[in-house]
């Protein structure tokens, strides 16, 4: 599969994403719908200094809630996924949604350049 139908059927069985982007290992938008540039590197920047600040390793999972929407973003061998969604999102499934997008990109030509 492409990395585009990766990313049509996560937002078929994900009904709360309102946006979501799909990223290669190197760093490279692979597939988007709704989805700001930049957006991605933030959101791992903070929360990776958040989790050096606190002794961790670097982080695999993150959630950021808003007012109105949830950022979740899912990092596996490299590749990540990001999405935005509606406030009352399940987070669990967000998260088993996206990681199932990555593991099924993961075998992709898309993520192997």
Partial sequence: MTADAILAELLDVSTHLRSAALFGADGNMLAEFGFAGGTGDALWSAADEAA?????????????????????????????????????????LVFYDLRTALRGLMGSADARG
């Fill in 52 to 92: 050096r600040l606190l002794g961790r390793p670097p982080v695999s999972q993150c959630e950021v809630g808003l007012a109105d929407a949830c950022v979740f973003g899912v990092r596996e061998q490299g590749l990540s996924a990001i999405a935005v969604t509606d406030r009352d999102a399940t987070a669990g």
